[in-house]
Protein backbone atom coordinates (compact mmCIF):
# COMPACT_ATOMS: atom_id res chain seq x y z
CA UNK A 1 0.00 0.00 0.00
CA UNK A 2 1.55 3.27 -1.14
CA UNK A 3 0.79 6.40 1.39
CA UNK A 4 1.49 9.99 0.62
CA UNK A 5 3.93 11.39 2.98
CA UNK A 6 3.35 15.40 2.43
CA UNK A 7 1.03 15.85 5.49
CA UNK A 8 3.61 14.51 7.78
CA UNK A 9 6.62 16.25 6.36
CA UNK A 10 4.69 19.46 7.64
CA UNK A 11 5.49 18.27 11.24
CA UNK A 12 8.84 17.72 11.41
CA UNK A 13 12.39 18.92 11.12
CA UNK A 14 14.36 18.16 7.60
CA UNK A 15 17.41 16.72 8.78
CA UNK A 16 18.65 15.36 11.61
CA UNK A 17 22.10 15.51 13.66
CA UNK A 18 24.16 12.08 13.38
CA UNK A 19 24.17 12.18 17.11
CA UNK A 20 20.48 11.99 17.68
CA UNK A 21 19.17 8.65 18.04
CA UNK A 22 14.74 7.71 16.91
CA UNK A 23 12.79 5.37 18.40
CA UNK A 24 9.97 3.64 17.38
CA UNK A 25 7.64 2.28 19.84
CA UNK A 26 4.97 -0.39 18.23
CA UNK A 27 2.29 -1.70 20.79
CA UNK A 28 1.04 -5.19 21.27
CA UNK A 29 -2.62 -6.83 20.93
CA UNK A 30 -5.71 -4.69 22.18
CA UNK A 31 -3.25 -1.49 22.35
CA UNK A 32 -2.18 1.36 21.18
CA UNK A 33 0.54 3.86 21.21
CA UNK A 34 -0.98 5.00 24.29
CA UNK A 35 -0.32 1.98 26.55
CA UNK A 36 3.69 2.78 26.13
CA UNK A 37 2.72 6.47 27.49
CA UNK A 38 -0.52 5.20 30.33
CA UNK A 39 2.17 2.50 31.28
CA UNK A 40 4.85 5.21 32.34
CA UNK A 41 7.32 3.19 30.04
CA UNK A 42 7.44 7.12 28.11
CA UNK A 43 8.04 8.62 30.73
CA UNK A 44 10.91 6.75 32.07
CA UNK A 45 12.54 7.40 28.21
CA UNK A 46 11.53 11.19 28.97
CA UNK A 47 13.61 11.14 32.49
CA UNK A 48 16.86 9.45 30.16
CA UNK A 49 16.80 12.64 28.08
CA UNK A 50 14.27 11.65 25.04
CA UNK A 51 11.56 13.67 23.29
CA UNK A 52 8.14 12.42 22.94
CA UNK A 53 7.35 13.01 19.36
CA UNK A 54 3.65 12.08 19.27
CA UNK A 55 1.93 9.51 17.91
CA UNK A 56 1.79 8.35 13.82
CA UNK A 57 -1.77 7.63 12.37
CA UNK A 58 -2.79 6.72 9.14
CA UNK A 59 -5.68 8.55 7.82
CA UNK A 60 -6.98 9.38 3.98
CA UNK A 61 -3.85 12.50 3.40
CA UNK A 62 -1.43 9.79 4.11
CA UNK A 63 1.02 9.28 7.60
CA UNK A 64 -0.20 12.00 10.21
CA UNK A 65 1.62 13.16 13.79
CA UNK A 66 -0.24 14.07 16.53
CA UNK A 67 -0.25 16.41 18.74
CA UNK A 68 1.21 18.84 15.50
CA UNK A 69 4.14 20.33 15.77
CA UNK A 70 8.22 20.45 14.96
CA UNK A 71 10.22 17.61 16.47
CA UNK A 72 13.25 18.47 17.85
CA UNK A 73 16.53 18.17 15.54
CA UNK A 74 18.65 17.33 17.83
CA UNK A 75 17.54 15.59 19.85
CA UNK A 76 16.48 11.98 20.98
CA UNK A 77 13.50 11.31 19.90
CA UNK A 78 10.44 8.71 20.11
CA UNK A 79 7.20 7.98 18.12
CA UNK A 80 4.33 5.96 19.22
CA UNK A 81 2.56 4.27 16.13
CA UNK A 82 -0.72 3.01 15.56
CA UNK A 83 -1.67 -0.40 14.05
CA UNK A 84 -4.90 -2.67 13.24
CA UNK A 85 -4.13 -4.69 16.40
CA UNK A 86 -6.69 -7.58 14.95
CA UNK A 87 -5.13 -7.74 11.66
CA UNK A 88 -2.76 -10.43 10.21
CA UNK A 89 1.24 -9.98 11.12
CA UNK A 90 1.59 -9.47 7.31
CA UNK A 91 -0.46 -6.54 7.42
CA UNK A 92 0.31 -5.12 10.20
CA UNK A 93 4.14 -4.83 9.21
CA UNK A 94 2.93 -3.75 5.66
CA UNK A 95 1.76 -0.44 7.67
CA UNK A 96 4.98 -0.62 10.17
CA UNK A 97 6.54 0.42 7.12
CA UNK A 98 4.76 3.45 6.07
CA UNK A 99 5.30 4.45 9.13
CA UNK A 100 8.81 4.61 9.03
CA UNK A 101 9.50 5.52 5.76
CA UNK A 102 7.86 8.52 6.85
CA UNK A 103 9.81 8.90 9.78
CA UNK A 104 12.85 8.07 7.83
CA UNK A 105 12.51 10.78 5.16
CA UNK A 106 12.99 13.36 7.97
CA UNK A 107 14.98 11.56 10.43
CA UNK A 108 17.84 10.31 8.08
CA UNK A 109 19.39 7.93 10.43
CA UNK A 110 18.97 4.22 12.14
CA UNK A 111 16.05 3.99 13.52
CA UNK A 112 15.54 1.93 16.75
CA UNK A 113 12.30 -0.63 17.30
CA UNK A 114 10.78 -1.09 20.44
CA UNK A 115 7.86 -3.76 20.48
CA UNK A 116 5.74 -5.27 23.22
CA UNK A 117 4.00 -8.46 22.69
CA UNK A 118 2.88 -10.09 19.25
CA UNK A 119 4.03 -5.83 17.97
CA UNK A 120 7.35 -7.98 18.57
CA UNK A 121 6.69 -10.42 16.09
CA UNK A 122 4.98 -7.82 13.78
CA UNK A 123 8.96 -5.98 13.90
CA UNK A 124 10.76 -8.95 13.21
CA UNK A 125 8.68 -9.83 10.25
CA UNK A 126 9.53 -6.17 8.99
CA UNK A 127 13.30 -6.78 9.57
CA UNK A 128 13.31 -10.37 7.49
CA UNK A 129 11.24 -9.02 4.32
CA UNK A 130 11.91 -4.99 4.06
CA UNK A 131 15.53 -3.54 3.95
CA UNK A 132 14.69 -0.16 2.56
CA UNK A 133 14.65 1.01 5.77
CA UNK A 134 18.10 0.97 7.86
CA UNK A 135 16.94 -0.14 11.52
CA UNK A 136 19.83 -0.69 13.96
CA UNK A 137 17.95 -2.31 17.26
CA UNK A 138 15.37 -4.45 18.05
CA UNK A 139 13.88 -4.68 21.25
CA UNK A 140 11.23 -7.43 22.38
CA UNK A 141 8.92 -6.67 25.63
CA UNK A 142 7.47 -10.10 26.83
CA UNK A 143 6.60 -11.03 22.82
CA UNK A 144 5.55 -14.60 21.72
CA UNK A 145 8.76 -15.13 19.50
CA UNK A 146 7.73 -19.18 19.80
CA UNK A 147 3.96 -18.53 20.06
CA UNK A 148 1.28 -18.43 22.58
CA UNK A 149 -0.94 -21.30 23.99
CA UNK A 150 -3.42 -18.41 24.75
CA UNK A 151 -3.14 -17.98 21.26
CA UNK A 152 -3.74 -21.49 20.29
CA UNK A 153 -7.08 -21.50 22.78
CA UNK A 154 -8.28 -18.44 21.38
CA UNK A 155 -8.06 -19.40 17.85
CA UNK A 156 -9.90 -22.81 19.24
CA UNK A 157 -12.68 -20.28 20.53
CA UNK A 158 -13.16 -18.80 16.58
CA UNK A 159 -14.14 -22.24 16.02
CA UNK A 160 -16.92 -22.61 18.69
CA UNK A 161 -20.41 -21.04 19.01
CA UNK A 162 -18.43 -18.91 22.38
CA UNK A 163 -17.67 -16.74 19.32
CA UNK A 164 -20.97 -16.13 17.67
CA UNK A 165 -21.97 -15.30 21.39
CA UNK A 166 -19.46 -12.87 21.77
CA UNK A 167 -20.69 -11.38 18.24
CA UNK A 168 -23.52 -11.22 19.87
CA UNK A 169 -22.53 -8.88 22.90
CA UNK A 170 -21.11 -6.33 20.59
CA UNK A 171 -17.09 -7.59 20.43
CA UNK A 172 -16.10 -9.71 17.25
CA UNK A 173 -12.66 -8.86 17.87
CA UNK A 174 -12.10 -12.38 18.33
CA UNK A 175 -13.35 -13.45 15.03
CA UNK A 176 -11.49 -10.68 13.47
CA UNK A 177 -8.44 -11.86 14.61
CA UNK A 178 -8.62 -15.48 13.79
CA UNK A 179 -5.78 -15.53 11.75
CA UNK A 180 -3.47 -13.38 13.59
CA UNK A 181 -4.07 -16.19 16.12
CA UNK A 182 -3.24 -18.94 13.68
CA UNK A 183 -0.07 -17.18 13.22
CA UNK A 184 0.64 -16.85 17.11
CA UNK A 185 0.46 -20.19 17.95
CA UNK A 186 3.80 -21.86 19.37
CA UNK A 187 5.97 -23.27 16.53
CA UNK A 188 6.33 -26.37 15.05
CA UNK A 189 6.94 -26.67 11.41
CA UNK A 190 5.50 -26.27 8.90
CA UNK A 191 3.25 -23.40 10.47
CA UNK A 192 3.93 -19.29 10.60
CA UNK A 193 6.83 -19.00 13.19
CA UNK A 194 8.46 -21.85 12.62
CA UNK A 195 8.96 -20.22 8.97
CA UNK A 196 9.73 -16.70 10.22
CA UNK A 197 11.61 -18.05 13.22
CA UNK A 198 13.90 -19.96 10.59
CA UNK A 199 14.75 -17.04 8.24
CA UNK A 200 18.11 -14.82 8.19
CA UNK A 201 17.33 -12.06 10.47
CA UNK A 202 19.58 -9.12 10.06
CA UNK A 203 22.53 -8.03 11.85
CA UNK A 204 21.59 -5.72 14.62
CA UNK A 205 21.48 -4.90 18.29
CA UNK A 206 18.77 -7.24 19.71
CA UNK A 207 17.77 -6.83 23.10
CA UNK A 208 14.38 -9.49 24.80
CA UNK A 209 12.85 -8.41 27.95
CA UNK A 210 11.85 -11.18 29.62
CA UNK A 211 9.04 -11.71 31.90
CA UNK A 212 11.00 -14.33 34.76
CA UNK A 213 7.61 -15.67 35.82
CA UNK A 214 9.59 -17.12 38.75
CA UNK A 215 7.24 -15.37 41.39
CA UNK A 216 4.26 -17.21 41.48
CA UNK A 217 2.61 -13.70 42.47
CA UNK A 218 -0.42 -13.22 40.09
CA UNK A 219 0.52 -9.53 39.81
CA UNK A 220 4.17 -10.50 38.85
CA UNK A 221 3.26 -13.38 36.21
CA UNK A 222 3.09 -13.52 32.35
CA UNK A 223 -0.02 -15.60 31.66
CA UNK A 224 0.24 -14.85 28.13
CA UNK A 225 3.50 -15.64 26.92
CA UNK A 226 6.21 -18.14 28.38
CA UNK A 227 9.59 -16.91 28.97
CA UNK A 228 11.40 -19.37 26.97
CA UNK A 229 9.39 -17.61 24.05
CA UNK A 230 9.97 -14.11 25.14
CA UNK A 231 13.57 -14.52 24.99
CA UNK A 232 15.04 -14.28 21.05
CA UNK A 233 17.98 -16.39 21.82
CA UNK A 234 15.47 -19.36 21.55
CA UNK A 235 14.44 -18.32 17.72
CA UNK A 236 16.38 -20.67 15.86
CA UNK A 237 17.83 -17.72 13.22
CA UNK A 238 18.84 -15.72 16.68
CA UNK A 239 20.62 -18.09 18.82
CA UNK A 240 23.00 -16.25 20.48
CA UNK A 241 22.98 -12.95 18.81
CA UNK A 242 20.20 -11.35 21.87
CA UNK A 243 20.88 -9.61 24.92
CA UNK A 244 18.23 -10.72 28.13
CA UNK A 245 16.99 -8.55 30.57
CA UNK A 246 14.57 -10.98 32.72
CA UNK A 247 12.16 -9.17 35.86
CA UNK A 248 9.29 -10.35 37.50
CA UNK A 249 6.32 -8.72 36.49
CA UNK A 250 3.05 -9.43 34.84
CA UNK A 251 2.59 -9.27 30.56
CA UNK A 252 2.03 -5.08 30.31
CA UNK A 253 4.27 -2.80 30.09
CA UNK A 254 5.73 -0.93 32.87
CA UNK A 255 8.09 2.38 33.66
CA UNK A 256 11.26 -0.03 34.21
CA UNK A 257 10.84 -1.30 30.37
CA UNK A 258 11.34 2.64 29.22
CA UNK A 259 13.77 2.30 31.26
CA UNK A 260 15.87 -0.72 30.42
CA UNK A 261 15.00 0.90 26.81
CA UNK A 262 16.72 3.57 27.26
CA UNK A 263 19.82 1.76 29.20
CA UNK A 264 20.38 -0.33 26.57
CA UNK A 265 20.08 2.66 23.73
CA UNK A 266 22.38 4.77 25.10
CA UNK A 267 25.50 1.80 24.69
CA UNK A 268 24.76 1.25 20.91
Known amino acids: MKIIHFVFLLFFTITT???AKTLVLIHGYMEDGMAWRNSGASIALQQNHWIDGGTL???QYGVVKYPAGFTPKNRDVFYTVELPWTKPIEVQSQ??????QAIYSVRQENLALAAHSNGGVVARYFLVNNRSIPVNALITVASPHLGSSLAKYAYLMTKTPADDMAKVA?????KKSKRLFAELKPEKPINFLYRLNHQMHPNIHYLSIVRSNHKKTPSKFDYVVSSDSQNMNHIYALRGRSAVFANNQAHGLSALDG???AQF????
Open 17 to 19: PLN
Open 57 to 59: RIN
Open 95 to 100: LLLNYL
Open 170 to 174: GNDAI
Open 259 to 261: WLI
Open 265 to 268: LRNI
